[in-house]
């Protein structure tokens, strides 16, 4: 009964919070410390993300979504398959946020689920843009770099930690970075 | 049953499992679906150097790391246990292509050609894996998130700002892979 009053107070507080800042990332960080605050799970409940973690990874090698010839044939226009998984992926994801947000389901520990509304800003073209050339050229996003990685292919490491310094860069030169 | 699972997934199987995803981060923990940030929590953890985009409490985001290490090891599962012994079919125009570069190793789904450590001493290799890595990372970063963060759960969630950053996302692949690629490729 308490929970009613409470409710719309937590979520007026959160979305005041979040008109604060332009990144999303931030924005949903701290979204979700504003979540985990109320509640205290011993380290090991993350586990339950590294299945679904490997559940995912398992997909992405088996629908050959981590092959660079996949991703070439898709930027020349040579295949259907990467479309067609996408696009079935988003459907599907949106199907499931229109019932969740319908039906106001709760979490699996009856919490409220959340979502953050993204604001645009000119990252999103010259960042997608940059991301988009060096998609096409290792022909992998960040979840199939570490899917290429545990299937074998071990010089991605090297990919990877180029990813990683290429966010860092970001982190160090994104106050003079138009946003 | 396992000769099934084996083959290539079509992309009528793959395509709704990647979008169950969404679902399952949000109703095991409320976690909105996304990967590339992964990449900021490593940093955060390891070089935050006083930067104020790193200097958070990484461990409470600590689930996306857990979910990237899931990741791997899922890619090590389905390498050494589901994989398929055929070559990777591709297009026959790609193929052809392919071979004017020197690409001709359809082994794995990376190809070995380009993507293997003695290539990291040429030109081609440098721009494609450590080139592409950084314009990855700074890329996603900049844009707020990558293909799962913004074309999976952004466009389920109907987010606008998302629709943008995918078709950017897309635009710079068609130039590099139809512009760029074909005179990096003879390198």
Redesign the interface.
């Known amino acids: 009964m308490n929970l009613n009053t409470q409710e719309p107070i937590s979520e007026k507080k959160h979305h005041e919070f979040l008109t604060e800042n332009t990144?999303?990332?931030?924005r949903?960080?701290d979204a979700?410390?504003f979540?985990?605050s109320e509640l205290n799970h011993p380290?090991w409940y993350?586990?339950?993300?590294?299945?679904?973690?490997?559940?995912?990874?398992?997909?992405?090698?088996?629908?050959?979504?981590?092959?660079?010839?996949?991703?070439?044939?898709?930027?020349?226009l040579?295949?259907?398959?990467?479309?067609?998984?996408?696009?079935?992926?988003?459907?599907?994801?949106?199907l499931?946020?229109f019932?969740?947000k319908k039906f106001k389901?709760k979490?699996?520990?009856n919490?409220?689920?959340?979502?953050?509304?993204?604001?645009?800003?000119k990252?999103?073209?010259?960042?997608?843009?940059?991301?988009?050339?060096?998609?096409?050229?290792?022909?992998?996003?960040?979840?199939p770099?570490?899917?290429?990685?545990?299937?074998?292919?071990?010089?991605?490491i090297?990919?990877?930690?180029?990813?990683?310094?290429?966010?860092?860069?970001?982190?160090?030169f994104?106050e003079k970075?138009p946003h | 049953m396992l000769e099934w699972?084996k083959q290539?997934?079509?992309?009528?199987?793959?395509?709704?499992?990647?979008?169950?995803?969404?679902?399952?981060?949000?109703?095991?923990?409320?976690?909105?679906?996304?990967?590339?940030?992964?990449?900021?929590h490593?940093?955060a953890a390891c070089?935050p150097?006083n930067?104020?985009?790193?200097k958070?409490?990484w461990k409470?985001?600590?689930?996306?790391l857990?979910?990237?290490?899931?990741?791997?090891?899922?890619?090590?599962?389905?390498?050494q246990l589901?994989?398929n012994p055929g070559p990777?079919q591709?297009?026959a125009?790609?193929a052809e292509e392919m071979v004017t570069y020197g690409v001709t190793n359809?082994e794995?789904?990376?190809?070995k050609d380009?993507?293997?450590?003695p290539?990291?001493l040429t030109a081609r290799g440098i721009?494609?894996?450590?080139?592409?890595?950084?314009?990855?990372?700074?890329?996603?970063?900049?844009?707020?998130?990558?293909?799962?963060g913004?074309?999976?759960?952004?466009?389920?969630?109907?987010?606008?700002?998302?629709l943008?950053?995918?078709?950017?996302?897309?635009?710079?692949?068609?130039?590099?892979?139809?512009l760029?690629?074909p005179f990096?490729l003879k390198l």
Not at chain 1, 78 to 94: D, E, K, R, T
């Open positions: 990144d999303f990332e931030v949903s960080l979700v410390c979540n985990e380290w993350n586990f339950k993300y590294a299945i679904a973690g490997l559940l995912f990874g398992v997909i992405l090698v088996k629908a050959e979504v981590i092959s660079w010839f996949r991703i070439q044939e898709m930027f020349r040579q295949s259907f398959h990467m479309y067609g998984v996408i696009g079935s992926a988003v459907a599907v994801g949106m499931s946020v019932i969740i389901i979490t699996i520990y919490e409220p689920i959340e979502f953050v509304d993204k604001k645009l800003n990252g999103n073209i010259y960042g997608g843009l940059l991301f988009g050339f060096g998609w096409a050229l290792t022909g992998a996003c960040p979840g770099l570490f899917a290429q990685i545990g299937s074998g292919a071990t010089v991605i090297v990919t990877l930690f180029s990813a990683l310094v290429g966010t860092w860069i970001y982190g160090y994104r970075l | 699972i290539p997934w079509p992309w009528y199987v793959a395509g709704p499992l990647i979008g169950l995803t969404v679902p399952a981060l949000l109703l095991v923990g409320n976690k909105s679906f996304g990967i590339s940030s992964s990449l900021r490593a940093c070089l150097a930067i104020p985009f790193f958070y409490d409470k985001e600590i689930w996306n857990f979910f990237v290490a899931g990741i791997l090891a899922g890619g090590l599962i389905a390498a589901l994989s990777v591709v297009n125009k790609l359809y794995g789904l990376v190809p380009l993507f293997a450590w290539e990291l721009i494609m894996m450590v080139g592409g890595g950084l314009l990855v990372g700074f890329g996603t970063r900049y844009a707020g998130g990558c293909t799962s913004h074309a999976i759960m952004g466009l389920s969630n109907l987010q606008f700002p998302s943008i950053t995918t078709i950017s996302f897309m635009a710079g692949g068609f130039i590099v892979a139809n760029v690629l990096l």
